[in-house]
């Protein structure tokens, strides 16, 4: 078990409560079992949710993302900046502002603690510009890879970045709350006080070198929620379609 205490107290006054209210606990010897390690295969599929009263396509593409302790982490916490990160990521300024395929238009690349986070992108655009917006969402993050971002978008990502950063601390018990679970999963007890810094740190370089790395545009799971006869093109240009029955079945007739 681990406990985290704060508030207005002596240090050494309330440590000395805690070990008299605990004192008779006896330590068990427990072993956890270890979690099953995942191979993970980037396996490209399309599929398709037939939904025909709607007259626009719901798109989501990706794969697994990544771990936190992962070297790479801080490097993909800027790139996922520069490719999903709002007004200003490439997504929204390419897909919505100059192509104008989707209002809504969105990406992120996820890492968690102790099992892989999921990279993905999408957006909800008309039904008749669905592959088009697949291909240009597509054709982004293979723009990742190709090239360094400018020298606006790095610096551009890392105030973002710095400036929301901080407000995920804004009282002492969500500190507290996440450096128990840093602990708890075994990071180093200074990776949070290191964030601004690795932060800082990330060049343009060591943004290409990850998404090369990372990201994988020929080997997305697609997903659209929609009305295929509406389509521009057939979701068959990407490969064989996977349809996908959501049908809520009807209830059995009452016995009688």
Not at 116 to 131: D, E, I, L
Not at 190 to 205: G, P
């Amino acid at each position: 078990m681990m406990l985290g205490v704060l508030g207005d107290f002596d240090t050494k006054q309330m440590i000395k409560k805690i070990e008299k209210a605990f004192e008779k606990w006896q330590k068990a010897d427990v072993q956890f079992p270890k979690a099953p390690e995942v191979k993970y295969e980037y396996r490209p599929t399309v599929n398709v949710v037939r939904k025909d009263d709607i007259n626009q396509s719901n798109i989501y593409m990706g794969h697994i993302g990544g771990l936190m302790n992962d070297p790479d982490y801080f490097a993909l916490v800027v790139m996922n900046r520069i490719l999903g990160g709002g007004f200003t990521g490439r997504l929204f300024k390419n897909i919505r502002s100059r192509e104008g395929l989707a209002y809504s238009v969105f990406g992120l690349y996820s890492s968690n603690y102790d099992f892989p986070g999921v990279f993905y992108v999408g957006c909800q655009t008309k039904s008749q510009s669905t592959v088009y917006a697949i291909r240009a969402m597509t054709e982004e993050v293979k723009k990742m890879t190709e090239s360094e971002v400018t020298d606006e978008e790095l610096a551009l990502a890392k105030e973002s970045y710095l400036n929301s950063f901080v407000f995920n601390f804004d009282t002492k018990g969500e500190i507290v709350a996440r450096l128990m679970v840093y602990e708890y999963y075994g990071y180093p007890e200074d990776f949070l006080m290191k964030a601004k810094a690795n932060i800082e740190k990330v060049t343009k370089a060591d943004v290409l070198h990850v998404a090369r790395k990372h990201l994988k545009p020929d080997k997305m799971q697609i997903l659209a929620v929609g009305r295929p006869q509406d389509f521009d093109e057939p979701l068959s240009v990407f490969g064989t379609v996977n349809e996908i029955d959501i049908t809520i079945p009807q209830p059995p007739p009452p016995k009688q």
